[in-house]
């Protein structure tokens, strides 16, 4: 990340990213090239570089650009740090519920399904950005461990992972489908799972609404 950008300058860099994500996602990383990026995002040669020098930075900083999108989304207020069944339930709710989640599928699985593919040297960041993702639904299903919430038996790792992998593996399935049944039963399934371990008789039995 380039320091003490001005204003325009941020704006600027936010701009190449915006439309470098757009064009990954949708011709690949091998069909994406600087004078398609700079005809989109209506920038010159010169400013290009001047942000990116090489693919492989403009690139690491698309992963960075979109995991950090996903992230603050996970962890804003909506989602309560996701310390109770509810706070998923919300989640679910969310994806299962936004229009054009069939058609879109999840951004960074979907960025990190076309760059994988590459011999760029960018796996580690990508691996780090899912890593963290699936932290916050760790860290929250911990704390509902120590709050005792859910039973000490839960291994909050394991359901963090399933939980992510049933958000990932639906949103495919549902894009090739161009249906929602398979996100919403993935997430459903994997929900009904973790409401396994709740110890509190007060909670409801989860649905994906």
Request: hydrophobic share 40%; proline share 2%; glycine share 6%.
């Amino acid at each position: 990340m380039p320091h003490k950008l001005t204003d325009k300058g941020q704006a600027t860099r936010t701009r190449i990213l915006e439309h470098a994500a757009e064009l990954i996602y949708t011709k690949g990383v091998h069909a994406t090239n600087n004078e398609q990026l700079r005809r989109a995002a209506g920038v010159s040669g010169s400013q290009l570089n001047h942000y990116f020098p090489t693919k492989e930075s403009l690139v690491l900083a698309v992963i960075a650009w979109q995991a950090d999108r996903v992230l603050a989304f996970h962890r804003g207020e909506r989602f309560a740090c996701f310390d109770n069944l509810d706070a998923f339930r919300a989640w679910a709710d969310f994806y299962v519920g936004y229009e054009r989640a069939y058609q879109e599928g999840c951004s960074l699985g979907s960025l990190a399904s076309e760059i994988i593919k590459t011999d760029l040297d960018v796996h580690d960041e990508l691996a780090s950005a899912f890593d963290q993702w699936r932290d916050i639904f760790r860290d929250g299903l911990q704390h509902m461990q120590r709050l005792g919430r859910i039973s000490t038996d839960a291994d909050p790792t394991q359901l963090a992972n399933l939980l992510l992998s049933a958000f990932q593996g639906g949103s495919l399935l549902a894009q090739v489908a161009r249906d929602i049944t398979p996100l919403k039963d993935a997430l459903q399934a994997a929900i009904d799972y973790v409401q396994t371990f709740v110890r509190s008789p007060e909670v409801d039995v989860l649905q994906v609404r």
